[in-house]
């Protein structure tokens, strides 16, 4: 047995593979953008979300093996994350295209937190070509519908209980094969309710595992590994998700400007106290009539508001250019695919 | 005439790769780690440091083009940053392996701001198995030892002047052909002093041209790309890099003690103002003898400091556990290609 887990953020990223076979190699990438540090309550920002790669040889095959935890969603209505997993999910796309092409085999499994047809899912499985086990297996057994997060669940907080009550489905194992390695799912499980013998669960969501069967095929495995299908509705979904994008990187904006305009605030009212504290000094008529009390606390929330802002301020402009730079990264991939499909 | 730009950081990362030919493709990675963003006189912290992949295709042949610029060196006797810069090595060594596997030819160009034997050098260009240009080359023209942090260029800091009297070779072009795809330097140039007609420098490092050439060999372009070759120098160079690592790790791990405590001290001395401000209220005999001012000043201080340190711990959190991510991932390569060594 091997493992390799991915340490990242400042509690850790929570991934972790534990492998039969030999793990030959690994990477870990960090997602640009994840939720917000001063949002505490929710806590995604500390463990600091990646997508791990490890890479394994099965009797000759290459496979290789993903793992993700994408930021959850907390308001289905008002969700303030929605930009943040897009981006998530495009980068998501972007590591598994850029690292796989040498793969015979192809494994996505994570809690991806999206819905089955949730714009960042169709994002991902489409620019991805990779298939999703639960609409494509032989068999499955397990909760209804594949639903991993369940109202039931003792350590689940199901922010969306009455709207889906026989829960969600948002933990996935996608994959995909290669010329010469057609691959299928044979068999799809979910654990269901508490652990045998006990009154609590294996944990908050319910476990997925997948039987997937490669055929090999010697033949056909020579050449290219895969066609680069052009798939058109591609277009349409990566249209879709800039405009997501887009409503992110104006809402970044707004707070960053709102951050900005405090921090300057803050420094014209720290400036002021300064200036009030000098007066007395250099002229003998002047008093300082203002209290001392309120002068001093005055100057201390001056000089917190200025520096806290400021934090806030960059944090605000790093979140806008990584919205900004996703958003071109679409653009241009959506220009590319057009005159694909134009030839 | 194409371009790709990297968005990244608060500032930018300023890679910008400008092509004749299509892109095709285009990535970006940012380093887990890239100096501190209260040293604010260095900035680097706010460039969110990345490396770049732009794919083009240049007459039938798949050419990756990597751009990156890793974390200042600010003083080569004590330098703080030699763990970061080692780490930015390591991830982009693996990024372009993990990235560049279907390249017929792979570039990198980059402000890399190692000498040319510097660890993090060496190990990057035994990991990725790429050539350095200024070695390599045919023909080379332009500053002396190819150097291109010159003291007598204006916008340039040269931290080591009096130990390097001509200046440091801190850019490079680095490149790797594949079977079937074998690539030379056929000619290297650097720019030297001022730009012709003013009296000012292009840049404040002189830029680096590389006039490569592939001799495609359609009879090996068959089979696996390149052969996996182990190096057995990899070993040693990589148990140096994880001895630098470690010591970064050690450093890191002290600041967050440090931060710890102050921020434990600080909320202690903050819960004592709140009992000091509450027992006078709650009792008739007690009175407050502490002059008010400098309670509101202490509680200010005290809260102030509790804060900041409170954002110190956890962002040298966050370093210590990408240090030791990196560690662990570097003694695992060493264990696999010990074993391969040893087969």
Same mark, same amino acid.
């Given at each position: ?19 039969? +076979? ?69 980068? @998501? ?18 809690? @991806? ?13 489409? +620019? ?43 933990? +996935? ?14 068999? @799809? ?67 960053? +400007? ?48 200025? @520096? ?36």
């Amino acid at each position: 047995m091997m493992w390799s887990s991915c340490r990242s953020g400042a509690i850790g990223s929570g991934l972790c593979v534990f492998s039969r +076979y030999r793990i030959t190699d690994s990477f870990l990438y960090r997602y640009s953008l994840n939720g917000y540090p001063y949002k505490l309550h929710h806590g995604d920002w500390f463990g600091g979300k990646s997508v791990g790669l490890v890479i394994l040889k099965v009797q000759g095959i290459i496979v290789h093996v993903y793992v993700t935890h994408l930021h959850a969603e907390y308001c289905r209505e008002k969700d303030d994350y929605l930009p943040h997993r897009l981006l998530q999910s495009w980068e @998501l796309g972007q590591f598994i295209r850029h690292t796989g092409k040498t793969a015979d085999v192809t494994i996505l499994g994570g809690d @991806l937190n999206m819905h089955p047809n949730d714009l960042g899912n169709r994002l991902l499985q489409c +620019y991805t070509g990779m298939k999703d086990s639960f609409v494509e297996t032989k068999k499955f057994e397990g909760s209804e519908g594949g639903c991993t997060l369940q109202a039931q669940n003792c350590y689940a907080t199901v922010w969306d209980c009455p709207s889906f009550p026989s829960g969600i489905r948002i933990d +996935y194992v996608l994959y995909k094969g290669s010329r010469g390695f057609p691959v299928k799912c044979d068999h @799809l499980m979910t654990t269901s309710g508490t652990a045998p013998g006990k009154n609590i669960p294996y944990s908050d969501h319910e476990a997925v595992c997948a039987t997937l069967s490669v055929q090999k095929d010697e033949g056909a495995a020579t050449g290219a590994k895969r066609e680069e299908e052009t798939n058109p509705q591609l277009v349409d979904i990566l249209n879709e998700a800039r405009a997501e994008v887009k409503i992110g990187i104006h809402g970044a904006e707004r707070i960053r +400007y709102s951050s900005g305009r405090m921090a300057v605030l803050g420094f014209v009212l720290l400036l002021l106290e300064v200036v009030m504290a000098i007066i007395p000094l250099v002229t003998t008529t002047a008093e300082n009539s203002f209290p001392k009390v309120s002068f001093y606390i005055l100057g201390m929330v001056a000089f917190a508001v200025t @520096l806290l802002a400021g934090i806030l301020y960059v944090f605000h402009t790093i979140e806008v250019k990584m919205l900004q730079g996703t958003e071109d990264q679409m653009r241009n991939t959506i220009q590319a695919l057009q005159e694909q499909l134009g030839e």
